[in-house]
Structures are given as C-alpha cells and as structure tokens.
C-alpha cells in the first residue's frame, strides 16, 4: 500500500514539475519575416461582424427594448406580476430579471446597440448600404446612446417623472433619425429611398 502510495506521489509530483516548466518556458522567438506571427486570442484584434440587416437590429434589437421603456412612462414596472416560471418568460417585465430591472436592462440594450448602428458593411432591408460615415448619422446614433444612458439612469432612481422625460428623450432621438432615413413617402421614393436623404 505504501508502494502505490509512494508511486501515486512520485506521479503527481512528476505532473507538476512538467506544468510548472510548460507554464515558464520561455517566450517563442518573433516570427521572421514572411512567416505570419502568431497571436493569442487575447491579443488578436476583434472584428465586428454584421449579421443582420437595419430592419432586423431594429425589430430585434430597438424596437422591444424601447416598448418596455416605454412601459414606465406610465405604468410601475414593479406592479408588473411575476410569470409563474420567470425564466421562461417572454416579457421581460415579467420574467426573472423584471420590474425596474427591466427598464434599467433595457436601457443599457438601447445603449449599447447604438454601437451596432456603427459597425461599417450594414444594410438597409432594400439593398442600401446603412450611412455610419455621415455626419448626421453619427449624430444620431449618439442621441440614441444617451436617451439609452438617461433611461438607465432614470430606471435606477425608480422615479416615475423621470422615466417620462427620459422616454421623451428617447422618442425624440428615434424621431430625427426616422425622419431623415426612415420615413419615405411616394414622393420622396418609398421604402427604396430608406436610408438615403
């Protein structure tokens, strides 16, 4: 028994003097010239990718989490009663991260999807390239971000009047947008004209 015992050590003892020289061995030399160098994922540049057109970020993205901030425009997101099974649920409101979290959730989605409205390689459901290099674009995008970062804010004070205003804010950061690229008439071109002036 202490044979087995004495090679079960010398084993494990074995194993970490192999982990320990495997983890401070010396750094691999540069890579010469014309073979490619290798990077670590925690060096390799990120990409953003695009994986959806305008329309799809919006109705998956925007457009649910702007309806549960507008919820709190008038109703206490804490009233809302909790779904039988919270983690199944399909309203975020009534789901196991509700009531004001929901709001306060929301908001940081509003926020940090602005970041999608950036990504360059976008389009528009007609086929047009989605406009992130111009100036009003970006200008819009950021008026979403912050009615985002107010409606957080705002959904964290748990303060009624203040989820009024900051839905205003956020209405309005829609609209100007909407107004320039969205909202086609038959004069102006119809839904071919989204997302061109």
């Not at 390799?44 to 649910?64: E, K, T, Y």
């Not at 789901?95 to 709001?103: R, S």
């Not at 205003?168 to 909202?183: F, Q």
Request: with cysteine; hydrophobic share 40%; glycine share 8%.
């Amino acid at each position: 028994m202490k044979m087995v015992r004495s090679t079960l050590s010398a084993a494990a003892l074995m194993a970490g003097v192999a982990a320990l020289a495997a983890c401070s061995a010396p750094p691999a030399p540069p890579a010469s010239a014309g073979t490619p160098a290798q990077t670590s994922p925690q060096s390799a540049p990120s990409q953003s990718q695009v994986h959806g057109d305008l329309r799809q970020v919006m109705r998956g993205i925007l457009f649910p989490n702007s309806n549960v901030v507008f919820f709190a425009q008038g109703n206490d997101p804490a009233a809302v009663p909790k779904d039988a099974d919270g983690t199944t649920s399909v309203n975020p409101l009534a789901g196991v991260y509700g009531g004001w979290e929901a709001i306060e959730n929301s908001s940081i989605a509003l926020a940090e999807a602005a970041n999608l409205l950036t990504i360059p390689g976008r389009m528009c459901a007609n086929g047009k390239p989605v406009p992130v290099q111009n100036a009003d674009w970006q200008r819009f995008v950021q008026g979403l971000r912050d009615a985002g970062t107010a409606s957080y804010k705002a959904a964290q004070s748990k303060d009624m009047d203040k989820m009024l205003d900051a839905a205003d804010t956020l209405t309005n950061a829609c609209s100007e947008c909407h107004d320039v690229y969205r909202e086609k008439s038959e004069q102006r071109g119809g839904d071919a004209a989204r997302c061109t002036k």
